[in-house]
């Protein structure tokens, strides 16, 4: 069993209002360092850097995740959960790696249109630094990245990899080691967040039967339900900054702190009875799932199609709700409640 990572021993900043306030001033939370020290040597782009670069490399970014790029996707992933949920209909059905694993490589090589790479990907397992018994390793994702980045200067690696070899950003092509940081953070943005929202809201069903009728009838039920297991779960609860001060002093010689989102979403000021998934919490008072600020994440609408397909095929099969039967998952204390934050495993059954 392993200890606390580097991150979540650093100071944090805690709480919703600090959060929010320290995600908007990048100019005294920088993000200009590089994580993962033991699985990669370049910074995953553009999550890893400060304007100026990060509004360039975010303005090439953004058109891929507008509502005119995904909407052609969505009956693609809607059809892919169809096919995913399936065995729900014979028996039971495991969550992570029988439908967000597969769900989501699906549906980030829609994103890269790159298909032919699925079956590589799917065999990393649920992080992209691989399974080998609780030891990370960012080999294969890296020889995977060389050569689609080889491919987008030939113009054969896909629409995504083919326009970062090409594209001047900020002024200038992308040096290699960039265009290795955007494609890493696009494999890696949007898989175990988005397996692990898809495991959260089967179990927040599963634990809150009462609600199952109101979310077969009700997309705006489904979408309130969507946004809680958010909140509660909060799938990236902690993310690193190098606190700068108040005047903006140097990111080498200023302290490491983690900005606590998990900490902001369960904040008790905020959210009444913060453990409890309620649907009627006021929109005036939005989760920081999916961060705050200039970093707020750009996969955010595609996380929420995968998360809409994937509930929409579990309760026309088990229109009368499930249980789960089996669950191996990382428990986060909020109060005195336990809220699973990551999942190994999910087996739920209809009825
Ligand atoms: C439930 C699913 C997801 C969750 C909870 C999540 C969460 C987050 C959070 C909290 C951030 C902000 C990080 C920071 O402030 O340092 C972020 C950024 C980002 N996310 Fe996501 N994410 C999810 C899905 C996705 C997907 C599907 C993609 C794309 C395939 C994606 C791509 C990104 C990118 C590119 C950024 C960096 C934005 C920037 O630095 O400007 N995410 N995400």
């Given at each position: 069993?392993s200890?606390?990572?580097?991150?979540e021993?650093?100071?944090r900043?805690?709480g919703?209002?600090a959060?929010r306030a320290?995600?908007?001033?990048?100019e005294?939370y920088?993000?200009l360092?590089?994580?993962?020290?033991?699985?990669?040597?370049?910074?995953q782009?553009?999550?890893e850097?400060?304007?100026?670069?990060?509004?360039a490399?975010?303005?090439?970014?953004?058109?891929f995740?507008s509502?005119?790029?995904?909407?052609?996707?969505?009956l693609?992933?809607?059809a892919d959960?169809?096919?995913l949920?399936?065995?729900?209909r014979?028996g039971k059905?495991?969550?992570?790696?029988?439908?967000g694993?597969?769900?989501?490589?699906?549906?980030?090589a829609?994103l890269l249109?790159?298909?032919?790479?699925?079956?590589?990907?799917?065999?990393?397992g649920?992080s992209v630094?691989?399974?080998?018994?609780?030891r990370?390793?960012g080999?294969a994702?890296?020889?995977f990245?060389?050569?689609?980045?080889?491919?987008?200067a030939a113009?054969?690696?896909g629409?995504?990899?083919?326009?970062?070899?090409s594209?001047?950003?900020a002024?200038?092509?992308?040096?290699?080691d960039?265009?290795?940081?955007?494609?890493?953070?696009l494999?890696?943005g949007?898989?175990?967040?988005?397996m692990?929202l898809?495991?959260?809201?089967?179990?927040?069903?599963a634990?809150?039967p009462?609600?199952?009728a109101?979310l077969?009838?009700?997309?705006t039920?489904?979408t309130a339900?969507i946004?809680?297991t958010l909140r509660?779960t909060?799938?990236l609860?902690?993310?690193?900054?190098?606190?700068?001060?108040?005047?903006?002093g140097?990111?080498?010689?200023?302290?490491?702190?983690?900005?606590d989102?998990?900490s902001?979403n369960?904040?008790?000021?905020?959210?009444t009875?913060?453990?409890?998934?309620?649907?009627?919490r006021?929109?005036s008072?939005?989760?920081?799932?999916?961060g705050?600020?200039?970093h707020?994440?750009?996969g955010?609408?595609?996380a929420?199609?995968?998360a809409?397909a994937?509930?929409?095929?579990?309760?026309?099969?088990?229109?009368n709700?499930?249980?789960?039967?089996?669950?191996?998952a990382q428990?986060?204390?909020?109060?005195?409640?336990?809220?699973?934050a990551?999942?190994q495993?999910l087996v739920?059954?209809?009825?």
């Amino acid at each position: 069993m392993s200890g606390p990572s580097r991150v979540e021993r650093l100071p944090r900043v805690t709480g919703y209002d600090a959060v929010r306030a320290a995600g908007r001033d990048f100019e005294r939370y920088s993000s200009l360092h590089q994580g993962d020290e033991d699985v990669r040597t370049y910074r995953q782009l553009p999550l890893e850097s400060d304007p100026p670069l990060h509004s360039a490399l975010r303005a090439f970014l953004v058109p891929f995740f507008s509502k005119g790029s995904l909407a052609p996707f969505q009956l693609g992933i809607e059809a892919d959960a169809r096919d995913l949920v399936a065995p729900l209909r014979s028996g039971k059905l495991e969550m992570v790696r029988g439908v967000g694993l597969p769900l989501v490589v699906r549906t980030i090589a829609r994103l890269l249109d790159r298909p032919g790479d699925i079956e590589e990907w799917s065999s990393w397992g649920p992080s992209v630094w691989g399974d080998h018994d609780g030891r990370r390793d960012g080999a294969a994702l890296l020889a995977f990245l060389e050569r689609a980045v080889n491919e987008g200067a030939a113009g054969t690696g896909g629409r995504l990899f083919n326009l970062l070899a090409s594209t001047p950003i900020a002024g200038v092509v992308l040096t290699r080691d960039q265009q290795i940081g955007v494609g890493s953070l696009l494999l890696a943005g949007g898989r175990d967040t988005v397996m692990n929202l898809i495991a959260g809201i089967a179990w927040m069903v599963a634990a809150h039967p009462t609600h199952v009728a109101a979310l077969r009838g009700d997309v705006t039920t489904r979408t309130a339900f969507i946004e809680e297991t958010l909140r509660l779960t909060t799938p990236l609860g902690l993310m690193e900054r190098i606190d700068r001060g108040v005047g903006g002093g140097d990111p080498g010689q200023s302290p490491h702190v983690g900005l606590d989102f998990a900490s902001a979403n369960h904040d008790a000021t905020v959210f009444t009875c913060p453990a409890e998934l309620r649907l009627d919490r006021p929109a005036s008072s939005p989760h920081v799932a999916f961060g705050i600020g200039p970093h707020a994440c750009l996969g955010a609408p595609l996380a929420r199609i995968e998360a809409h397909a994937v509930l929409h095929e579990l309760l026309t099969i088990a229109p009368n709700g499930w249980s789960s039967t089996s669950c191996d998952a990382q428990f986060r204390e909020v109060g005195s409640v336990k809220i699973p934050a990551s999942f190994q495993r999910l087996v739920v059954v209809a009825g």
